[in-house]
């Protein structure tokens, strides 16, 4: 066998699981490559899968420019600013592509630095310690590998009764990659990413209708904070129709019939020029597995995996979006890290309880730790404490009083039990909460940690504050 076909570690898939367990691995003293098939609408292969070409990189730059414009148009005023502002959408576009480029470009330069081989194609396990590769010229090796990690992510799902046909129903990566504003624009699914994309293409014209399946909106986010960002949502102008059942959708003439139902009435109809269907996304794992490679999938495709990622074959590992738990980047990321450590004879652990989410929108949305129906469900007996950002002289600076910041403990031993932000740069805040959880602080804690003032991270000090009816800076209730 060549040297060349000869690893310790093969990863199959470079997005943002697969890539830092190669990066880890490499890092660790290991022989590492990186097999990564992601082919970009123009052809070329990259590295960084779904979250640096399609998701989430992509999505933040245009959520940034059209927050952006939303400012100029809304907020300028108020600060005494008079200006008109003109969309360049191409421009825009230009200033996304721009941004994926240098990021998963990088992704080449930090896996030289580190000797890790990238290797452009499919790849394949065929049993523990082997792997096919096909390379894009069409070549097949057979690699050796002590050990194999599988990162091979997740793609959209589809919708029977509204098929993608690339041009009017599309996904989430066309949806960002639109070259007109659409006057008329349906979202199915008030998830993650159809709020994030409804967001952008409203604060660029569209009218977007969103239908959601579910009478309750954000249904895994606490429910005080579900409320207010839906309130916040229509206020910026997204229709979203709630407990709405899509059962057709036609494409005639260029626009879109889309059927569906709700509580008001059966088979009405919406006419849109564009419809993404954003109903979540499914574990990908077509040709990843030759038959008898030992590696088995739960009834929904996920790679079955342990707590700390092993399959039931022995030394391959599966990460990211393929394997259970949330389908998030950063998730995705320490789970390939550990994998790589664990592989190396190092200590490495996920620790799912804290694992933050993220809603880009604004007002941005973030949360750690349990929601308090879950808490209330638990029967553990707890305290809340809430800090309105209207009570911020940051946030009142910014113009950006809209949200609060909620911190859940428990009564009895004060242990911070979630922490859910709406507000600005929810996203960044949310990152101390999820510091405090890992370091097991208490409320108290958070409470006798100085805060500079005036910044928003205060917010967070005043809802611990406020869990004791000891705020200072908002009414106690
Ligand atoms: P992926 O990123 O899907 O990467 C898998 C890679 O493996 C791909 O390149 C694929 O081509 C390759 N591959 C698959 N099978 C094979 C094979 N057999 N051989 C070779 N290569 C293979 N998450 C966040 O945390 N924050 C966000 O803000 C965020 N925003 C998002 C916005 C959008 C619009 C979308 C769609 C997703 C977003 N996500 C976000 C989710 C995030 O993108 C995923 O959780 C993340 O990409 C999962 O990483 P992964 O490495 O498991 O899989
Ligand atoms: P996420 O998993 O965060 O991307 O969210 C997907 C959203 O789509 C969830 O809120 C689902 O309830 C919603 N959804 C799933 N299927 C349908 C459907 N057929 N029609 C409308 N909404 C749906």
């Given at each position: 066998m060549a040297d060349l076909d000869s690893f310790d570690v093969v990863v199959i898939g470079g997005g943002p699981a697969g890539y830092p367990a190669a990066l880890r691995a490499a890092q660790n003293g290991l022989k590492v490559a990186c097999i990564d098939e992601w082919k970009n609408r123009d052809g070329s292969g990259t590295f960084g899968g779904t979250c640096l070409n399609a998701g989430c990189i992509p999505s933040k730059a245009l959520l940034e420019s059209t927050e952006l414009l939303h400012r100029a148009q809304h907020e300028f005023a108020a600060h005494g600013l008079n200006t008109q502002v003109t969309v360049d959408l191409a421009a825009m576009q230009r200033r996304r592509a721009s941004i994926v480029k240098t990021m998963t470009g990088g992704i080449l330069a930090l896996f030289k630095?580190?000797?890790?081989?990238?290797?452009?194609?499919?790849?394949?396990?065929?049993?523990?310690?082997?792997?096919?590769?096909?390379?894009?010229?069409?070549?097949?090796?057979?690699?050796?590998?002590k050990?194999?990690?599988?990162?091979?992510?997740?793609?959209?799902?589809?919708?029977?009764?509204?098929?993608?046909?690339?041009?009017?129903?599309?996904?989430?990566?066309?949806?960002?990659?639109?070259?007109?504003?659409?006057?008329?624009?349906?979202?199915?699914?008030?998830?993650?990413?159809?709020?994030?994309?409804?967001?952008?293409?409203?604060?660029?014209?569209?009218?977007?209708?969103?239908?959601?399946?579910?009478?309750?909106?954000?249904?895994?986010?606490?429910?005080?904070?579900?409320?207010?960002?839906?309130?916040?949502?229509?206020?910026?102008?997204?229709?979203?129709?709630?407990?709405?059942?899509?059962?057709?959708?036609?494409?005639?003439?260029g626009a879109v019939a889309v059927t569906y139902s709700d509580a008001s009435a059966a088979d009405q109809t919406l006419t849109v020029d564009k419809l993404i269907v954003a109903i979540g996304r499914r574990p990908f794992t077509e040709g990843l597995l030759a038959p008898g490679s030992g590696v088995e999938l739960d009834p929904r495709g996920f790679i079955i995996v342990d707590e700390q990622c092993r399959t039931g074959a022995a030394r391959v590992w599966a990460v990211g979006d393929c394997v259970r738990g949330p389908m998030l980047a950063h998730k995705g990321k320490e789970e390939g890290v550990m994998v790589a450590d664990l592989i190396a004879g190092r200590y490495g652990e996920v620790n799912y309880a804290a694992v933050p989410s993220v809603i880009y929108t604004a007002p941005e949305i973030a949360w750690v730790g349990a929601t308090e129906q879950q808490v209330k469900a638990s029967g553990r007996a707890y305290k809340v404490g809430v800090f309105p950002f209207a009570a911020s002289g940051r946030a009142r600076a910014m113009e950006a009083t809209a949200g609060f910041v909620k911190l859940i403990a428990a009564a009895d031993d004060d242990a911070i039990l979630g922490v859910h932000i709406i507000g600005p740069l929810a996203g960044e805040l949310v990152a101390e909460a999820v510091l405090a959880m890992e370091y097991s602080a208490s409320a108290e804690d958070l409470q006798r940690t100085i805060h500079a003032h005036p910044t928003l991270s205060e917010g967070l000090h005043e809802a611990a504050l406020a869990a004791d009816k000891r705020a200072i800076d908002s009414i106690n209730r």
């Open positions: 630095a580190a000797g890790v081989v990238p290797l452009r194609g499919h790849g394949r396990l065929l049993q523990p310690g082997r792997v096919e590769y096909t390379a894009d010229d069409g070549s097949v090796r057979t690699l050796v590998s050990d194999v990690v599988l990162a091979s992510g997740s793609v959209p799902t589809a919708l029977r009764s509204a098929p993608f046909d690339g041009v009017a129903i599309i996904d989430s990566w066309s949806a960002l990659e639109l070259d007109a504003i659409p006057k008329r624009l349906g979202v199915i699914g008030a998830g993650v990413i159809g709020l994030e994309l409804g967001s952008v293409w409203r604060r660029l014209g569209s009218e977007v209708v969103v239908l959601e399946a579910l009478p309750d909106f954000l249904a895994i986010a606490d429910s005080q904070l579900a409320k207010e960002a839906l309130r916040q949502f229509r206020k910026l102008g997204l229709d979203i129709r709630l407990g709405a059942r899509v059962s057709a959708a036609e494409v005639k003439d």
